[in-house]
């Protein structure tokens, strides 16, 4: 054999060599599929982690159930009460328990003012100026998305209806849905 073959076997044996040893490296002396875990000493191989084919569905299955509440308003001896349920599951629930939730509390008039499911409701009453109910004004009750908008609704709407006056916000609670899973 000639030199020239000689050399030329010999490179493409190097080269050869070369191109194993970097592939074994690449793959931390792990075979094909795996890679290099563990250190300090400590070496192993584990598969590489496949793609999962089919994602789970991360959303509950189930249904939401709305929920009701109401407001009645009557007054005893000049002190307004109230009867304010919430959370009930129909609107006819809702009715019949804030007319006996007031009713409950001394008051012979009391009188449904709002219903309202997955809401939230706000009452506002109207202000003396020494900070006392003004049991002339009229005190509004209201129901809105959330607690916030109920509240300032409910504010903005009593100083209306009573030209003005001062008015505070006394009750604000909400009646959120169920979730009910399958």
């Not at 020239?4 to 010999?10: P, S």
């Not at 009701?68 to 959370?87: E, H, L, Q, R, S």
């Not at 012979?108 to 109910?133: D, V």
């Not at 509240?151 to 008015?167: F, I, K, L, P, V």
Request: net charge positive; with cysteine; hydrophobic share 35%.
């Amino acid at each position: 054999m000639s030199i020239m073959k000689l050399r030329l076997a010999n490179f493409v044996f190097l080269i050869t060599a070369i191109a194993a040893v970097d592939n074994a490296l690449a793959e931390g002396n792990c075979p094909p599929g795996q890679y290099p875990i563990g250190g300090q000493g400590v070496a192993a191989c584990a598969p590489i982690p496949q793609g999962q084919s089919e994602q789970p569905d991360s959303r509950p299955r189930g249904k939401w159930i709305k929920t009701w509440g109401a407001v009645a308003i009557g007054t005893f001896n000049n002190t307004p009460y109230y009867g304010v349920p919430t959370g009930r599951l129909t609107k006819s629930e809702a009715k019949a328990d804030a007319l006996a939730l007031c009713a409950k509390k001394g008051p012979t008039n009391c009188k449904l003012t709002l219903t309202y499911f997955n809401q939230c409701a706000a009452i506002a009453e109207p202000q003396t100026p020494s900070g006392e109910i003004n049991l002339n004004g009229n005190v509004m009750s209201v129901g809105k998305a959330s607690v916030e908008e109920a509240e300032s609704y409910a504010n903005e709407e009593c100083r209306r209806d009573n030209n003005g006056a001062q008015c505070k916000v006394i009750y604000k609670e909400c009646s959120e849905p169920i979730f009910k899973p399958l």
